[in-house]
């Protein structure tokens, strides 16, 4: 009876696809290869902490990034602990890690992270082709989204959002101000949008 109910919940698990990113009101991103706000907005930095490092016991979540974006981690901070770091790189580059793979599409790390059982969430952390990437592809559903409130010079962005018709906030944190900063943490899901007949 117990192997029956086990097989059960590994059929009916349903892995998330989600995409987190911080982002002024414009969609800006990054600068110059870094966050515009610095890490200065530290209960965002444990919010994406809290959230990606959330599987349960034999279990691990994956995070997908762009080269740009892993060497924009601090080298003591890489690979993101707990997690299975997939680094994309157009040539392959050697992790000598024991914990970090790459990948040379988007594509080819989705079919990677499916082929692993020990996999349980699959979250798009940056840089902004991977976002385009991540929010066309229909798999992903969720948008944890931390919204800075004040403009940053920034050269990197995401798409807009469209929050009339494909996307709708699910939750909204209270504002949050860190070292002057203002923000919020917001969760948006993928809407399913009824075709005209």
């Known amino acids: 009876m117990s192997v029956i109910t ?32 610095g890490r200065n907005l530290t209960q965002d930095m444990r919010h994406f902490a809290n959230i990606t490092n ?28 707990n997690r299975l770091n997939i680094v994309l790189s157009r040539s392959k580059i050697e992790m000598d890690d024991g914990l ?27 840089g902004s082709e991977l976002y385009r990437n991540a929010l066309s592809n229909p798999l992903f559903t969720t948008i944890y989204l931390t919204r800075v409130l004040k403009e940053f010079v920034c050269d990197t962005f995401i798409p807009n959002l469209d929050l009339q018709r494909e996307w709708k906030q699910e939750e909204v944190g209270d504002v949050i101000i860190e070292n002057n900063i203002p923000y919020q943490i917001q969760t948006l899901v993928r809407q399913s949008i009824q075709m005209d007949h």
């Open 6 to 37: 086990s097989m059960t919940e590994t059929e009916t698990f349903a892995r998330k696809y989600a995409i987190i990113v911080a982002a002024t009101q414009n969609g800006g991103i990054g600068k110059e290869g870094n966050m515009p706000w």
């Open 54 to 81: 959330n599987a349960p016991v034999g279990k691990q979540n994956a995070v997908i990034m762009g080269r740009k974006t892993w060497m924009s981690i601090p080298a003591n901070y890489r690979p993101l602990k």
């Open 100 to 126: 970090t793979l790459t990948c040379t599409s988007f594509e080819e790390a989705i079919t990677v992270c499916e082929k692993m059982d020990n996999i349980y969430n699959i979250f798009v952390i940056g």
